[in-house]
């Protein structure tokens, strides 16, 4: 049976950087398949009829094994946080807030074994899971605060396009999602190829600014 698209992602992992890491013992593939079976097993069905699924995980290890990924904590803590974005999208599973994946030594925990607990966590300020996929591949998480876009330093997001005004465009909180909101730009804004003042974001829009184009993810 072919791997799913996040096995073949945590696989790739082993390449590189990470070989000498993950010659041996627990390999990181195990951890991403642990962790969409706890998604599956924490499946619930909100008012709206929406299936929701854990969205903080801790991942708990044995003193060797934690040590052993300490160079690389960071990135396998967020290539786990997008295996799991990736079930939920195949899935058409929605987080109450961010996704996020927490590595911790586990008491008592053996070498080679772990344990994967998630949980439901809403959002500062009541919103949801959300992020900005930049062409470059970086991902900007959206939380409670605005996002600010523009070519001034200053802004939370500095696009180096001479179509982008200093002081672009906004993405603000909005319910428990995000509203993009143009500035007053002079080559304006635009969501899926059409210019807006202001739009509700949704899982998939492809927004433009200048010739930048960004991905929105709601997962």
Same mark, same amino acid.
């Given at each position: /049976?072919?791997?799913?698209?996040?096995?073949?992602?945590?696989? +790739?992992?082993?390449? @590189?950087?990470?070989?000498? %890491?993950?010659?041996?013992?627990?390999?990181?593939?195990?951890? @991403?398949?642990?962790?969409?079976?706890?998604?599956?097993? @924490?499946?619930?069905?909100?008012?709206?009829?929406?299936?929701?699924?854990?969205?903080?995980?801790?991942?708990?290890?044995?003193?060797?094994?934690?040590?052993?990924?300490?160079?690389?904590?960071?990135?396998?803590?967020?290539?786990?946080?997008?295996?799991?974005?990736?079930?939920?999208?195949?899935?058409?599973?929605?987080? /109450?807030?961010?996704?996020?994946?927490?590595?911790?030594?586990?008491?008592?925990?053996?070498?080679?074994?772990?344990?994967?607990?998630?949980? /439901?966590?809403?959002?500062?300020? @009541?919103?949801?899971?959300?992020?900005? &996929?930049?062409?470059?591949?970086?991902?900007?998480?959206?939380?409670?605060?605005?996002?600010?876009?523009?070519?001034?330093?200053?802004?939370? &997001?500095?696009?180096?396009?001479?179509?982008?005004? +200093?002081?672009?465009?906004?993405?603000?909180?909005?319910?428990?999602?995000? %509203?993009?909101?143009?500035?007053?730009?002079?080559?304006?804004?635009?969501?899926?190829?059409?210019?807006?003042?202001?739009?509700?974001?949704?899982?998939?829009?492809? %927004?433009?600014?200048?010739?930048?184009?960004?991905?929105?993810?709601?997962?």
């Amino acid at each position: /049976m072919a791997l799913k698209g996040f096995e073949r992602r945590l696989e +790739r992992m082993v390449e @590189g950087t990470f070989a000498r %890491i993950f010659r041996s013992g627990l390999r990181p593939v195990e951890l @991403g398949r642990r962790l969409v079976r706890e998604m599956d097993d @924490g499946r619930s069905v909100d008012v709206r009829g929406r299936t929701m699924v854990p969205n903080h995980f801790t991942v708990e290890l044995g003193a060797e094994d934690l040590e052993r990924f300490a160079e690389v904590r960071e990135s396998l803590e967020r290539e786990l946080a997008e295996a799991a974005r990736e079930h939920a999208r195949d899935e058409g599973y929605v987080f /109450m807030g961010p996704v996020e994946v927490e590595l911790i030594e586990g008491d008592g925990q053996r070498t080679g074994a772990f344990q994967i607990t998630g949980r /439901m966590r809403e959002g500062k300020g @009541g919103v949801g899971a959300g992020s900005l &996929l930049l062409p470059t591949g970086e991902r900007i998480a959206l939380r409670d605060a605005t996002i600010t876009i523009g070519r001034r330093p200053e802004s939370t &997001l500095v696009l180096a396009d001479p179509n982008v005004s +200093r002081n672009h465009a906004e993405i603000r909180p909005h319910g428990n999602g995000w %509203i993009l909101v143009d500035l007053g730009s002079t080559n304006g804004s635009r969501v899926n190829g059409v210019r807006v003042s202001s739009q509700e974001l949704q899982e998939g829009d492809d %927004i433009a600014f200048g010739n930048t184009h960004l991905s929105f993810e709601a997962s």
